[in-house]
T-cell receptor
Framework: ETGVTQTPRHLVMGMTNKKSLKCEQH?????MYWYKQSAKKPLELMFV???????ENNSVPSRFSPECPNSSHLFLHLHTLQPEDSALYLC??????????????????FGPGTRLTVL | GENVEQHPSTLSVQEGDSAVIKCTYS??????FPWYKQELGKRPQLIID?????GEKKDQRIAVTLNKTAKHFSLHITETQPEDSAVYFC???????FGAGTRLTVKP
């Protein structure tokens, strides 16, 4: 349960605020992920970092800005968000993230999430 | 990219009965298929996964079957218990597309 931690667990912010979400993994993994989980919608992959390099950005608006200073830490910087951005933001990590035919993914371990409310 | 469909969206069973949740995917190159359980207010947790070199995997009351030809995989829970009540998600593809989830309720 403590392999992947996230802070804060809850965040309320106005549309003009700037805030950051933090994720830390203690599993020695090389890949980290940000997901958005809204009510009545599937988990949506936002960003992927593998060995500190961003490998995927699934058409996420620029008001979400990720940062990965090292393989253990991942941030999501938020600015000028909209009420529809209110959701549970989940971080995950895995040993590696591979792309391409014949390559199998590694198990992802999730953090507890940050419940974000944008007023 | 991958497209994952999950059915049913809700499932209610009596304690002791079996539950089956099915996912279909579109990318024939996908070769890793995990299932996650998410209890209310908690993080998704992996309960079982299967890779494309096997057709079935079992762990106590939980099993996953994979049909690569038909591009679908299923979660089977036998002898269900009230603590199995949760939302279950499947996933597939390089970009880990998740299904929409199945809310399972096990009635005592």
């Amino acid at each position: 349960e403590t392999g992947v931690t996230q802070t804060p667990r809850h965040l309320v912010m106005g549309m003009t605020n700037k805030k950051s979400l933090k994720c830390e993994q203690h599993l020695g993994h090389n890949a980290m992920y940000w997901y958005k989980q809204s009510a009545k919608k599937p988990l949506e992959l936002m960003f992927v970092y593998n060995f500190k390099e961003q490998t995927e950005n699934n058409s996420v608006p620029s008001r979400f800005s990720p940062e990965c200073p090292n393989s253990s830490h991942l941030f999501l910087h938020l600015h000028t968000l909209q009420p529809e951005d209110s959701a549970l933001y989940l971080c995950a990590s895995s040993q590696d993230h591979r792309r391409g035919p014949g390559l199998s993914q590694d198990t992802q371990y999730f953090g507890p999430g940050t419940r974000l409310t944008v007023l | 990219g991958e497209n994952v469909e999950q059915h049913p969206s809700t499932l209610s069973v009596q304690e002791g009965d079996s539950a089956v949740i099915k996912c279909t995917y579109s990318d024939s190159a996908s070769n890793y298929f995990p299932w996650y359980k998410q209890e209310l207010g908690k993080r998704p947790q992996l309960i079982i996964d299967i890779r494309s070199n096997v057709g079935e995997k079992k762990d106590q009351r939980i099993a996953v079957t994979l049909n690569k030809t038909a591009k679908h995989f299923s979660l089977h829970i036998t002898e269900t218990q009230p603590e199995d009540s949760a939302v279950y998600f499947c996933a597939a593809g390089d970009d880990m597309r998740f299904g929409a989830g199945t809310r399972l309720t096990v009635k005592p």
